[in-house]
Structures are given as structure tokens and as C-alpha cells.
């Protein structure tokens, strides 16, 4: 291989880990958000069982 070959593999590698990167934050951030909302619903399922009784 040359090296310029090789600087290319290496960039798109490292391109490659940024998209990663990039993909699990914004999959972290979704379940943060999923989770949030899913506590809110659990909330107000509590709420509105005990103003039912």
C-alpha cells in the first residue's frame, strides 16, 4: 500500500468513529427522553388512580 492509501483508510476511519460517536450520543439522548417521558406517564397514571378512588 502507499501512503496515501493508507492516510485515506485511516481518515475514513477515523470519519467513521465520529459518525459512531455521534450515533450512540444521539441514541443516548433518546432513551434519556424516552425514559423522562415514560416517568411522566407513570406519574400521572399514579395521579389519576388515586383521584379515582
Known amino acids: 500500500m ?4 493508507k492516510d485515506s483508510d485511516r ?6 468513529k465520529l459518525h459512531d460517536a455521534d450515533k450512540q450520543a444521539r441514541l443516548a439522548e433518546a ?11 407513570a ?3 399514579k395521579s389519576d388512580d ?4
Open 2 to 5: 502507499s501512503k496515501s492509501t
Open 11 to 16: 481518515i475514513t476511519q477515523d470519519v467513521g
Open 31 to 41: 432513551l434519556r427522553a424516552n425514559l423522562r417521558r415514560r416517568k411522566e406517564q
Open 43 to 45: 406519574r400521572d397514571r
Open 50 to 53: 388515586a383521584d379515582g378512588k
